[in-house]
């Protein structure tokens, strides 16, 4: 056996490498930057932490969330890895302490936000550091063509300009071909691998209904016929996590809200009970999600409609990620889309954010309305065909093995425009 192998073994218990993980490996080792594109539950974080056990020096990793940092950093000291996190929660005395252990070489991963990595003293601290590779995670928040876009990604160039010889990877789980160039381009990759996995989850069950005046009551009954499973209903805003929850507590289904309007002790107080089985539903916004790792999520439903596909496959593929099958719900009024698209009249400053935001949605209704295979629409979408029968999905499943597998597409034109 290897040492990358060992290494995976002993720390992380896996016998073998998923798709494209050792390839993504070796290629950093060898100092070549590399675009990864792995779905939800595919190891994309194993790309960077076993480079970071290779040998002496430290990988520093780009993360846009507190609570993702959080999540990974636990994980990573439970196991026995040196890791740490610079961001906004941390007292003086932590971040003392952990640029006093920098400069031991005691740590090995560090997370720090976009914000502070471009910082002029930052920047200084990394060239006294034997930093070794450069992680860009959720990588997709640097393009405008993504549906995630934060603009303080933007300034992520400066580290390739500042350390032209560290490899780079940037990873991400959504992204169509146009915001992979796009990545490449705003990173300044040099010549980059680049490995796009898969996005087909085959043990993910999708489907879409109606959101009609007895939508609460089906939900209801959904969560009650799944008790003892674990799962997430989003929604759309903070106020509609908080009643959301309350309701279904007072009608039976233990659940609590998540937000970004909770203090941050909150927030991490609900994603600890969440992920340690003590809280079975978890009602939130977009801000709970990423880089959540609780393999037995069971389920997945969207009471909101979201604004885009990839924010759909993110927050979906959060289900099943120990490959059992699992459900993905969708509730959809043309309400919701009437009301998403005055969003982006109303919030978006430039024409062609605008354009880009309305065709984004238009793919969101398109999926919810089409009478072909959703697996086929979603899949279409990040550019891979899929082929075959479905038999996963509700347009599928009640007559999908009966089917010839020529499906004439439906999608309807509505609210969206």
């Known amino acids: 056996m290897d040492r990358l192998h060992l290494l995976l073994q002993r720390y992380f218990g896996h016998t073998a490498f998923n798709p494209y993980q050792r390839e993504i490996i070796e290629d950093l080792l060898a100092g070549r930057d590399v675009l990864a594109v792995l779905a939800t539950g595919g190891g994309k974080s194993l790309c960077y932490q076993v480079p970071a056990l290779m040998g002496d020096g430290v990988v520093l990793v780009i993360s846009p969330l507190i609570a993702l940092m959080k999540d990974q950093v636990d994980d990573l000291q439970a196991r026995g890895i040196g890791a740490e996190a610079l961001n906004s929660s941390g007292s003086y005395a932590t971040t003392r302490r952990i640029l006093s252990e920098l400069s031991e070489g005691l740590i090995q991963i560090l997370y720090v936000s976009p914000e502070r990595a471009v910082g002029d003293d930052f920047l ?71 490995y796009v996995g898969s996005f087909n989850r085959e043990n993910l069950r999708y489907a879409v209904f109606p959101k009609v005046e007895d939508a609460y009551e ?99 593929g959060r289900a099943g990620r120990d ?3 699992s459900d993905c719900i969708l509730y959809y009024s043309d309400d919701d889309a009437r009301r998403l698209r005055s969003f982006i009249d109303r919030d978006l400053a430039s024409e062609f954010q605008r354009e880009v935001a309305r065709s984004k949605l238009q793919g969101m209704v398109d999926y919810c309305t089409t009478t072909e295979c959703r697996r086929t629409v979603l899949l279409e979408y990040f550019g891979e065909r899929f082929e075959g029968i479905c038999s996963g999905c509700d347009a599928c499943a009640p007559a999908g093995k009966a089917r010839s597998g020529q499906r004439k597409r439906g999608t309807a034109r509505s609210a969206a425009g």
């Open 124 to 194: 200084d601290l990394m060239a006294s550091l034997p930093v070794t590779l450069i992680a860009v995670d959720e990588a997709h928040c640097i393009s405008m063509w993504g549906h995630q876009f934060r603009p303080e990604y933007r300034s992520l160039a400066v580290l390739k300009e500042r350390f032209p010889d560290v490899p780079m990877v940037a990873l991400t789980a959504t992204a169509t071909p146009d915001v992979r160039d796009d990545i490449v381009r705003q990173l300044n990759l040099a010549n980059p691998s680049v």
């Open 218 to 316: 089906r939900l209801r009954a959904y969560l009650r016929s799944r008790r003892g499973d674990s799962g997430i209903v989003y929604v759309a805003t903070r106020e509609g996590a908080e009643t959301l929850a309350a309701r279904l507590r007072a009608g039976g289904i233990p659940a609590l809200p998540y937000h970004a309007g909770m203090t941050a002790a909150t927030r991490a107080r609900t994603q600890d009970r969440f992920i340690g089985g003590k809280v079975p539903v978890v009602c939130a916004t977009s801000a709970f999600g990423m880089g959540i790792d609780k393999p037995d999520v069971r389920f997945v439903v969207h009471y909101d409609m979201p604004k885009t596909l990839e924010a759909y496959y993110q927050e979906s």
């Open 323 to 325: 490959g059992g099958e």
